[in-house]
């Protein structure tokens, strides 16, 4: 719900400040006073093209626009927000534009600045207008599927139509990949089956060049490592190395009378630890010199395995590291090559069973589709009589699709057409030549889909434009019983269009300035007579205001609508 707009510094409007209501809020005054501009100001707010510098009240040197709704917890609008980091502040959501004297714009959104786009996108879901040129909204063919789906109750049944098809694409990919790979292994099969044989016999391990050279590195220096490990043998164990003087040291010490042991008792401790550390140390020469006992050739074959591998690296363009895994992967190509006509086989019966499981729950939906056409056919045929546009056929066109063109949506492509002429054929919405009727048709269609869709803030710019009388009151009637699922905010010029408001504004200019008053009864009745009479406003026309103001808010059915015969009349709420 749209909860208040405030307009400072655009064309003639220094500020403006409305509270609206749930339901009907209408908006009156005189040609020129600025109701169009508050509209306009209020698209703005909502990501509309900004009004450049023409749009600033003069003198001044920035304007702006603020419109606040109220977001009801789970409406459509929260998973955009939530992308895009937008939540909305305790069910609050703020949209924000500021033009400045450049002509620029700066757009924000909770007053986070965003892209004009996104704030274009966040509008659009909260905000839906229908004015003398309108082309969006219901008259956008790209919405017509979605709204068919939500006038049956499909929407479940259209869900599961795109998962479907989701399964059903995701089954033709995999089989294309398999034929495709069964294709390029296939003009590689003598290249594969050299490759895979002769990695076969290399037999390359993960690991084994960087061991290689280690080894190979041991080994070219052993006679000199052999050397240096002798050498130091001698020093540890050998005669007059330093074991045996470490033993001879610890018995010349173990001897010593008490009192001189006692006296040297750290001594013999160090001793004994030292020659500890001693003997590791000859175990660890010997393990070494044990190594070095080298079989004769060893080197030789450590080089030309390395060399072979690098050989083997170089031919196929890869690390050595790679040629394991290469080996692994050209058997994979073959076995795929082997088993390429099971797995195409199998693949293919995939994309059979999601195809036909596609097929089946979009069938259904497409009778689904049918059944509704003609069902929303009768119900705006029964809204277009009152409103002057009994001349007016609508049809809700079912295009089948080829089969290449079907997607998610199902089997054929949804479009509302009508024909405004009697005899002319069948052409998109937005061919209606007066802006009136394209309004009343958005009127009629709305009605007729009151209860499909999300809730969104509805705009009517003078829906009533060149009409009296019985149609007004059929349009008040319509509009009334719209605003009961659905806020709208109407700018009208017919008295009883007016009198079935919730809240009444009148808009007046006083000198170069628009001024915006929420109305009280009596300023209602004032109002209404003023439109009803002109500039002199009679105690008759008072009359009449009061008259229509209580006959707008009894609850009485609606007028107009077209009875099928032998039927009684269906309402949709």
């Known amino acids: 719900m749209l909860a208040s707009l405030t307009v400072r510094d655009i064309v003639l409007i220094e500020k403006a400040e409305l509270e609206f209501a749930p339901g009907l809020n209408v908006l009156t005054g005189e040609t020129g006073a600025g109701k169009s501009i508050l509209l306009d100001a209020l698209g703005l707010a909502a990501g509309g093209r900004g009004t450049g510098r023409a749009g600033l009240r003069p003198g001044t040197a920035q304007g702006s626009a603020v419109a606040v709704f109220q977001i009801a917890r789970g409406h459509r609008i929260q998973t955009l927000l939530d992308e895009n980091g937008l939540a909305p502040e305790e069910g609050a959501l703020i949209l924000r534009r500021v033009v400045s004297a450049d002509g620029r714009t700066r757009a924000y959104v909770n007053d986070q600045a965003v892209g004009v786009a996104l704030a274009r996108d966040v509008g659009g879901t909260l905000l839906e207008v229908h004015g003398q040129t309108d082309d969006r909204g219901l008259f956008d063919a790209n919405t017509h599927r979605a709204l068919l789906d939500a006038f049956a109750g499909e929407e479940p049944l259209a869900a599961k139509v795109a998962a479907h098809h989701g399964e059903f694409s995701a089954a033709v990919r995999r089989r294309d990949e398999i034929i495709k790979a069964r294709e390029n292994a296939a003009a590689e099969i003598d290249y594969l089956s050299y490759a895979a044989r002769e990695l076969r016999d290399l037999g390359p391990e993960e690991g084994e060049e960087e061991r290689l050279v280690t080894e190979r590195a041991f080994l070219t220096n052993a006679g000199r490592i052999a050397d240096d490990i002798n050498a130091a043998a001698e020093f540890v164990y050998g005669d007059g190395g330093a074991e045996l003087s470490l ?31 001693t003997q590791e140390a000859r175990v660890a020469l010997d393990a070494v010199a044990s190594r070095l006992k080298i079989k004769p050739g060893r080197l030789e074959v450590v080089e030309e395995r390395l060399f072979a591998l690098r050989a083997a690296a170089r031919k196929f363009n890869v690390p050595i590291m790679r040629l ?63 409103l002057k546009m009994g001349s007016a056929k609508f049809r809700v066109a079912l295009h089948p699709l080829a089969e290449g063109d079907v997607g998610p949506g199902g089997l054929e492509r949804v479009s509302f057409e009508v024909a405004t002429v009697e005899g002319a054929g069948f052409g998109p919405l937005g061919r209606i030549a007066s802006g009136g009727e394209l309004s009343r048709f958005a009127l009629a269609l709305k009605v007729a889909l009151a209860e499909a869709g999300p809730p969104a803030v509805l705009v009517f710019d003078e829906i009533d434009r060149g009409v009296g009388g019985a149609v007004a009151d059929a349009v008040g009637e319509r509009l009334q019983r719209l605003a009961k699922s659905t806020q709208i905010l109407l700018v009208t010029h017919s008295p009883q269009v007016a009198a079935r408001g919730a809240v009444h504004f009148r808009i007046s200019r006083r000198g170069d300035a628009t001024r915006v008053e929420r109305l009280t009864p009596e300023e209602r009745v004032e109002e209404i007579a003023r439109m009803l009479s002109g500039a002199a406003v009679t105690e008759e026309a008072r009359a009449a205001a009061r008259r229509l103001l209580a006959e707008a808010q009894s ?15 269906r309402v949709r709420a």
């Open 324 to 386: 394991a895994g290469l080996a692994a992967e050209f058997q994979s190509k073959l076995a795929l090559l082997d088993a390429g006509e099971n797995g195409i086989k199998t693949a293919e019966q995939d994309v059979l069973r999601k195809r036909e499981a596609f097929l089946g729950v979009a069938k259904t939906l497409s009778i689904a589709r049918t059944t509704a056409a003609k069902a929303l056919e009768i119900a705006v045929a029964r809204e277009l009589e009152p």
């Open 247 to 277: 033993v001879s040291a610890l018995r010349r010490v173990s001897r010593m009378n008490p009192e001189g042991r006692q006296a040297a008792s750290g001594v013999e401790s160090a001793l004994e630890a030292a020659l500890i550390h």
């Open 555 to 569: 609850p009485e059915p609606v007028r107009g609508a077209a009875k099928e015969p032998g039927k009684k009349k």
